[in-house]
């Protein structure tokens, strides 16, 4: 079975950093996503890792160790619209020549001035 | 390009009813996936599909039925709608795995959603 889990609720001041954690217990991993959603909208794709270390895109970054079973999404130079739940999502191999996702039940962030 | 697309947005249903939610997608994906979302439950698959003509159950599949006739389109029926099928409905859809690429060829992109109410 798959078990991830990340925090509830974060709060964080516009301008500030912020961590958001993830950890996973999972058979047949093969990379974790993160996915954000803003309130009413569609989850939107993030990052991705697949190999231990860090993946930077602008003012995201994303962690992942794979013995420790463990990823981390950090947001810099935080902005209002930053404010949304962000989602952990693993993916495993089917056996079925395709993969599933199993989502986190996602961490709702609110960025305050 | 419309991405993925999902009718109705909303839907008001009474306990029995039946109902068909249709996802489209113009990104000749082979990969679809239906998806519910619950306050405090996250995200949780319910059916998907590889390709035409193929169907697979996810985590949630009771009461609900899927077909994929047409690589673009994936329908998810509710026989008889339940209370407990109150939820929001993801559809998203991936190209097959290829080797490697950051972001994956895999990354399921979702469509708007469909709110359902079942009374």
């Known amino acids: 079975g798959q078990n991830i889990d990340q925090p509830t609720e974060m709060t964080a001041t516009e301008g500030a950093i912020v961590q958001i954690n993830c950890t996973y217990q999972?058979?047949?991993?093969?990379?974790l996503f993160w996915y954000q959603q803003h309130a009413g909208e569609a989850p939107t794709f993030l990052s991705y890792?697949?190999?231990?270390g860090l993946e930077e895109k602008g003012r995201f970054s994303s962690f992942l160790s794979r013995s420790k079973g463990y990823s981390y999404l950090l947001l810099k130079e935080l902005q209002m619209k930053d404010s949304a739940s962000y989602l952990c999502?693993?993916?495993?191999?089917?056996?079925?020549?395709?993969?599933?996702?199993?989502f986190g039940k996602g961490t709702k962030l609110s960025v305050i001035p | 390009n419309a991405g993925v697309t999902q009718t109705p947005k909303f839907r008001v249903l009474k306990t029995g009813q039946s109902m068909t939610l249709l996802c489209a997608q113009d990104?000749?994906?082979?990969?679809m996936y239906w998806y519910r979302q619950d306050p405090g439950m996250g995200l949780r698959l319910i059916h998907y599909?590889?390709?035409?003509?193929?169907?697979a159950k996810g985590e949630v599949p009771d009461g609900y039925n899927v077909s994929r006739l047409k690589k673009q389109n994936f329908l998810l029926g509710l026989e008889s709608a339940a209370p407990s099928q109150t939820s929001v409905y993801f559809c998203?859809?991936?190209?097959?795995?290829?080797?490697?690429?950051?972001?994956?060829?895999?990354?399921?992109?979702f469509g708007p959603g469909t709110r359902l109410l079942v009374l």
């Open positions: 998203a859809s991936s190209y097959r795995d290829r080797a490697g690429g950051n972001p994956p060829s895999e990354t399921q992109y």
């Open positions: 999972t058979s047949g991993f093969n990379g």
């Open positions: 890792n697949v190999l231990d």
């Open positions: 999502a693993v993916r495993s191999d089917s056996g079925a020549g395709s993969y599933q996702l199993t």
């Open positions: 990104m000749n994906h082979e990969y």
């Open positions: 599909s590889v390709g035409e003509g193929t169907t």
